[in-house]
Each structure stands twice: as C-alpha cells, then as structure tokens.
C-alpha cells in the first residue's frame, strides 16, 4: 500500500484507494472510506501503511481464536463466561489483551509486528484454565481407537467445506494427538477423511470452540502438521503429506 500526497484545504492529505489521513496538528488522523477509524493519531505515513498493511493479519489471527471485530481498533471474545479483549493503541502501536477474570484481570502487551508473541500470548490466555484438567468428557477425546473405527466416532459440523471431525490420542494424559478431519465431497455429503498428526490437545479445543472450524483448521492446522489420507487414492497434495 502507498499513499500520495495531496494538499486539501490548507492540511495535508494523504490518500490511498478507500484510505485517507489528514494531518493536524502534527498527527496523522485515518479515515476509510470518509469515516474515522482511530482515535489517536499516527506519528507519520509510514506508521499508517505499516498498520494497514498488518491490519488483515492480525484480524485474521484474532478471528481464528474466535475473536470479533467490535470496531476498527477492539476485538472481544468470550470464552466459557470468561470475556478476552484486544485493543490497539495508536500512540504506543502496540496491542493490549485483557482475559477479564473473576478476581484480578490479566493484561499482556503486544508489540505490532510481534505475531508471533501475539499467538503466543493467546494460546496462554486461551488455555491456561484447561491445559492440567484431564477430564475430555467435555469435548470428542477418543482413546486407542483404530483408524478404521474413526469414521464412527467423529462428529458432524455444521460448516460450509468441513463434513465432521475428531481426535484420538494414545492414552489418556497426552498432550498431543491425531486430529481427524472429513471434508464434504462434491455433492454436499461425506467425502474424504484426512488425519493430522501430533496436533496439541490445547490447539484442539480452541479448535472445537471456534465459531468457524472451516477457518480456524485452514490458519492453524492443514499446512502446520504432518498428515495422511485415510480415504479415496490415500494421496496427499501438499509438502507436509506422509503418502
């Protein structure tokens, strides 16, 4: 993204398709398309496009741990009552996530361009009440089942690519396991079964609880685990494939 200099009433202006930012009183204020999107203004352009250019990775980070957009710079979302919030500060450029719990609220910075530490501080936020419970009774655990089996235990999903979906681990106390995945064949039904190896049981349920599964597997599993075919001509497309 580039933004062109243009000259506007006496202030500077600088513009960019659907994007523009005026400057006053020594700050870069946005809009897109005519309508205000931060609070606070930038320190220079490239602050702006560096934010607008990182904005789309960062909502798609947020949206696939179930985030959603509240307004330009806030995204919430709730978790078993639990209320997790992401906020951007202009001044600082840096992002704030509060997990709103039930005596002394838990805030971590985030600097931008830090995606990394980002995901890293939501899987903490995301799992730091479940990872030492080992009761799966609340989500689709299986143990030792045999993959022929697998198609019996799995559970239908309501999703536009995605038929249903499992998980099976060794024994119970694991942190890792297999994740299964039955995409929907051409018709609209059943199609091909896909297991994905050493995914964490923690990555897995935040996989359960997202409100798109069909994304949430896209962004954080199909290119990240080693997999296999368990159906049709049992050949994978991609790099990570085993067969």
């Known amino acids: 993204m580039k933004f062109t200099k243009h000259n506007e009433f006496g202030h500077t202006v600088y513009k960019s398709g659907v994007y523009s930012a005026t400057e006053t009183n020594g700050r870069l204020y946005v809009s897109k398309n005519k309508k205000p999107m931060y609070n606070a203004g930038f320190v220079n352009i490239?602050?702006?496009?560096?934010?607008i250019e990182s904005a789309d990775f960062y909502d798609e980070i947020l949206k696939s741990y179930?985030?959603?957009?509240?307004?330009?710079?806030?995204?919430e979302c709730k978790?078993?009552?639990t209320s997790i919030s992401a906020k951007y500060d202009t001044y600082k450029q840096d992002w704030t996530i509060m997990k709103q719990c039930e005596n002394t609220p838990k805030t971590y910075t985030v600097l931008v361009g830090d995606m990394e530490t980002m995901k890293e501080e939501l899987d903490n936020l995301m799992t730091?009440?479940?990872l030492e419970d080992d009761d799966y009774s609340d989500i689709p655990v299986m143990a030792a089942i045999s993959t022929k089996?697998?198609?019996d235990t799995m559970v239908k999903?309501?999703?536009?690519n995605m038929w249903s979906y499992g998980f099976n681990v060794k024994k119970y106390g694991d942190k890792t396991g297999d994740m299964f995945i039955q995409f929907k064949g051409r018709n609209g039904g059943p199609g091909e079964i896909y297991q994905y190896f050493d995914v964490p049981i923690s990555l897995w349920r935040r996989f359960v609880s997202?409100?798109?599964?069909?994304?949430?597997?896209?962004?954080?599993?199909?290119?990240?685990?080693k997999y296999r075919k368990l159906t049709g001509d049992k050949k994978g497309k991609f790099s990570n494939a085993v067969n």
């Not at 490239?46 to 934010?51: F, L, R, T």
């Not at 999903?157 to 536009?160: G, L």
């Not at 997202?210 to 685990?225: D, E, M, T």
């Open 46 to 51: 490239g602050a702006v496009e560096d934010y």
């Open 210 to 225: 997202a409100p798109s599964k069909g994304h949430f597997f896209y962004v954080n599993v199909r290119s990240k685990f």
């Open 66 to 75: 179930g985030f959603e957009k509240q307004k330009d710079d806030l995204y």
């Open 149 to 151: 089996n697998i198609a």
């Open 157 to 160: 999903v309501d999703s536009s």
């Open 128 to 130: 730091e009440d479940i």
């Open 79 to 81: 978790l078993d009552g």
